[in-house]
């Protein structure tokens, strides 16, 4: 079993990419923290923690972690998730409360306390991971890896040079990029990829309990999504970074230096990603150029499939 925590915003593909988690054989989901992106903090705590109450899995420890990114007000996306962050199904409210220590204290004890390093699965904006660094600098040899969505090699989703996540709070990013740790890039240019149209929404209905409530969910992503990118497919972001720990031969990756822009008004947030190496910079990314999309939805029926 490979132990990892992942740190979300959910967000629709967020509650999948838990539920993933969740369902998946191989992986021990020891922690969710949460951080403030497609809403605000207290919803996406509420959210997280609903959507471990709802199958059944409250022995998650969650806990709650920055309310905005380090430098910038925050920006959220409702016209995407909602306004509660979960648009669609009527999911329970929670069963459990948060831990208390916050999230930079959970995944630190978490992390100390462990017998071996632990995959850390970011899918929001990157705040709680720069502040775990900056506040433990000690910490990272107890980081196996940082398997991430966020970022592009391409197009951005929210200017046209970068990716929410990443635009969100590009200091973090670039101080995650910076860390020296290993990392694997789940970008747009990979989770677009990923695409759940109709039929694999109907293959999702049936798999497993709760197929039905992540049908729901991504029934209301697709309809959002069709009306802001014009998509009749809504990409399962989230999901692919915890696909690309569960089965890394999914994710095609190449290794590059990736910047991110941090001053610019026109491009702040893009993930510049050196392809061809002529920065002359060592790499410090594993950025996924390729996915295998029905490898990849079949891991996901599966993983579903067995909560
Ligand atoms: O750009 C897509 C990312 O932004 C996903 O993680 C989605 O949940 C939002 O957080
Ligand atoms: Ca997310």
Known sequence: MEPVILDVDPGHDDAVA????????????????????????????????RVLSLIERPDVPVAAGAAAPLRRPLYTAENIHGESGLGGPDIPE??????????VELISDILREAPEPVTLIPVGPLTNIAMLLREHPDITPR????????????????????????????????????????????????????????AERERLRSSGRFGGVVAELLEFFASTYKGVFGFDAPPLHDPVAVAAVMRPDLLTTRPMRVDVECD?????????????????????????????????FELLYDSLSRL
Do not use: W
């Not at 497609?38 to 705590?45: D, F, G, I, Q, S």
């Open 264 to 296: 610019s008004d026109l491009t702040r947030g893009e993930t510049v990603c050196d392809f061809y190496g002529v920065t002359g910079l060592p790499p410090n990314a594993e950025v996924g150029v390729g996915l295998d999309h029905d490898g990849f």
């Open 18 to 49: 838990m539920m993933m988690a969740c369902g998946a054989p191989d992986l021990d989901l020891l922690a969710v923290t949460t951080v403030a992106g497609n809403v605000r903090l207290e919803k996406t705590t509420r959210n997280a923690l």
């Open 143 to 198: 980081i196996s890896r940082i398997s991430l969505m966020g970022g592009s090699t391409n197009l951005g989703n929210t200017t046209p040079a970068a990716e929410f996540n990443v635009y969100v709070d590009p200091e973090a990013a670039r101080e995650v990029f910076e860390s020296g740790l290993p990392i694997t890039m789940c970008g747009l240019n990979v989770t677009h990829q990923a695409g759940a149209g109709a």
């Open 94 to 103: 929670p069963t459990f409360e948060p831990d208390e220590r916050g999230a």
